[in-house]
């Protein structure tokens, strides 16, 4: 079988989507070192894993093909010349200095299957895990855990028929975007595709994920955001344009640069052909800089603007707009919402959504605007900050219909 990126709009029914059922990784986290691993709480695994379970199961029951990162990882590396390379990246880019400690790491993780090896190297390794000692250090580990992967958005994001593999603001992610790598390049159902990379893991200026929305096959939206820099947004909308796709616009949105306001997709969702879920905090006038191409003189075009968001998304699609306010705009229930990524939603088909149950308000908000709302439990998917989107990357969606 062979695998293609098809992913021209935020609501095209959904056919394939790439999750990573939470692990180890989580129990591996240390209250005192939770910033440093961008999480604010520690998730319960054996529940976030059950909610995470019925979150597949309600994509799979509306006829979405769910694959799982993890498995799709270890199947690319079954080749020993490439595991090999793969163990080397992972080892390098994990910092350790020493020779004879990173040829333990690497004996340690080649005596593991595949699979087995994948979901360790996630996990983090413990220092008593390779014969050394803990205790008189405070970190415990020599290969640090990857609790952030569940929220599959931002390694990479499908745009059109390629990808972004990402280059992560915060080095603590740099990593989990190794696996993109080995999937799209050996993974036997992807190696042969040749599927283009928009911006590769080592450009000097970060992009990430959440920042990254398809409106449609012509608009493409991009937060400048705390995460997403303008250097990359530029650089990945020249070799989208310069590809020849069907892209004509690039939208970049400059948002507050805050934990607050962390990507594009945490502040606004495209539901519908005409309707987004949006957060209070990005209403009023926007500098938002629309990125076109010059095909003559092989440069972007840049026009900036500053309007409100409802009348810039009019413009670009070309349709009326109607803005859903997380939590109605109250001002503490929209923020408690928006806390929990009320905001945060995965379109599946056109106006038939994927959200948190617990934003019960903007849910009944979405319902009341004609959307079909699926809820899910999210007690403990929530403590990592991350919504229903976040969680999801989709590999193929079905072309719209205008």
């Not at 995470?52 to 990882?73: I, P, R, T, W």
């Not at 000692?133 to 958005?153: A, G, H, K, Q, V």
Request: charge should be negative; charged fraction near 30%; glycine fraction near 6%.
């Amino acid at each position: 079988m062979k695998r293609e990126i098809k992913v021209y709009s935020e609501i095209g029914n959904l056919k394939t989507v790439l999750l990573h059922r939470p692990g180890a990784e989580i129990e591996n986290l240390i209250p005192e070192h939770l910033s440093r691993l961008l999480f604010d709480d520690i998730p319960f695994l054996k529940v976030a894993r059950t909610e995470h379970d019925n979150f597949a199961k309600v994509l799979s029951d509306n006829g979405v093909e769910v694959l799982y990162l993890e498995n799709l990882a270890a199947q690319a590396i079954k080749d020993k010349q490439i595991r090999d390379a793969f163990l080397d990246e992972v080892i390098i880019e994990s910092e350790v200095d020493s020779k004879d400690i990173a040829k333990s790491l690497k004996d340690y993780l080649f005596s593991l299957p595949e699979k087995e090896m994948v979901d360790k190297i996630i996990a983090g390794i413990r220092k008593k895990e390779i014969g050394l000692s803990e205790e008189n250090d405070d970190y415990p580990f020599i290969m640090e855990p990857m609790p952030n992967l569940y929220f599959t958005r931002d390694p990479f994001a499908s745009i059109g028929k390629g990808i972004t593999l990402n280059s992560m603001r915060n080095h603590i992610r740099h990593r989990e975007t190794i696996f993109g790598k080995y999937i799209f390049k050996y993974h036997p159902e992807f190696k042969d595709s040749n599927i283009p990379l928009w911006y590769n893991r080592d450009e000097e200026f970060s992009i990430e994920g959440g920042d990254e929305l398809v409106f449609s096959h012509e608009v493409i939206a991009i937060g400048h955001s705390e995460r997403t820099s303008v250097e990359a947004i530029k650089k990945a909308a020249k070799t989208i344009f310069e590809a020849g796709e069907s892209f004509k616009t690039v939208l970049m949105f400059d948002i507050p640069k805050s934990r607050a306001f962390m990507h594009l997709d945490t502040v606004f969702t495209m539901i519908d052909y005409d309707k987004f879920t949006v957060h209070e905090g990005i209403e009023g006038n926007l500098k938002v800089s629309a990125l076109s191409y010059d095909y003559k003189n092989k440069d972007l075009i840049i026009e900036e603007q500053e309007d409100s968001l409802e009348r810039i998304l009019s413009k670009y699609l070309k349709r009326e707009i109607t803005l859903i306010r997380c939590g109605g705009g109250d001002r503490v229930i929209g923020r408690r919402e928006q806390w929990n990524d009320g905001s945060n939603t995965l379109a599946i088909a056109p106006g038939k959504v994927i959200t948190y149950e617990r934003n019960y308000i903007t849910n009944e908000i979405l319902d009341k605007h004609n959307v079909n709302v699926i809820s899910i439990p999210s007690g403990e998917l929530s403590r990592g900050r991350g919504g229903p989107r976040c969680m999801s990357q989709p590999i193929w969606r079905e072309k719209l219909i205008y």
